[in-house]
């Protein structure tokens, strides 16, 4: 399962930071000159990357302190970063030019006080820029494992309704897996469940049990490392949403403060 906090320098950064980080260099180009400030931030990777892209300040909040705490591992130094949480924010209303939050609202019983929250935080128009996982999402093996820590999954028509309540929707796009990053997971599949017979094989055992006999190194055939899997930039893609389908991984929303 991925880890719902992604720490830069562990193995699971190096697998799956492509996704995480590409939201953040896509959102860079509304927050040039901008106050910004990053809900639910982490280790805040995604506020240093939006502070070296040109925003005029970033202020990244996380309501666990271990992730944003001075000597933490990954921890930026080129954004400001608070110990809050994100539906109960330390700042006067009308503060901010953007928000952007990715990776949060579908952890939250209530999702809509976030939204609530950030709008109260945004300046008169200020912008808001907001992800969500798509509940109906259905990966190219078929099997979708559930996430105990996504209390809020929600659908296209579901993230549409409850954003709108607040926010008057400028943009809409979907991030996604691209076709070429598709195929190479499937072959990445179709080449383990060919050596799983192998590995169970009883000729296996018995190759083994002579390799030992005569001082040889064992003849192992594990499952693929993980690594094979690790994306490289251009795996996924944000583009304009036009039509919802189950291949799309996760809608992300961008919208003004209504009056």
Known sequence: MIPERLVPGTPAWELYQVEHKQRYQWASDYCKGKRVLDAACGTGY???????????????VDISFEAIRPNGTGRPTQ????????CNLPFKCDTFDIVVSFETIEHLANPEHLLAEISRVLKPGGMCICSSP?????????????????????SYAEFNQLFGRYFDISERFSQTHSEGYVRHLELLRELDQSLRPLRFSRLLRMERKVRRLFGRDSLDIQSLPSRLACAVPGDYVIEPLHEVSPNLLTFIFVGKRRQ
């Not at 995604?46 to 990244?60: D, F, M, N, P, R």
């Not at 954004?79 to 994100?86: G, H, I, Q």
């Not at 078929?142 to 105990?148: D, F, L, R």
Request: net charge negative.
């Open 46 to 60: 995604g506020s240093a990357i939006l502070t070296g892209k040109g925003a005029a300040t970033v202020v990244g």
């Open 134 to 154: 798509n509940r109906d999402f259905v990966p190219s093996s078929g099997h979708k494992e559930s996430n105990p820590f996504h209390l809020s999954e929600m």
């Open 79 to 86: 954004a400001l970063l608070a110990n809050s949480d994100a």
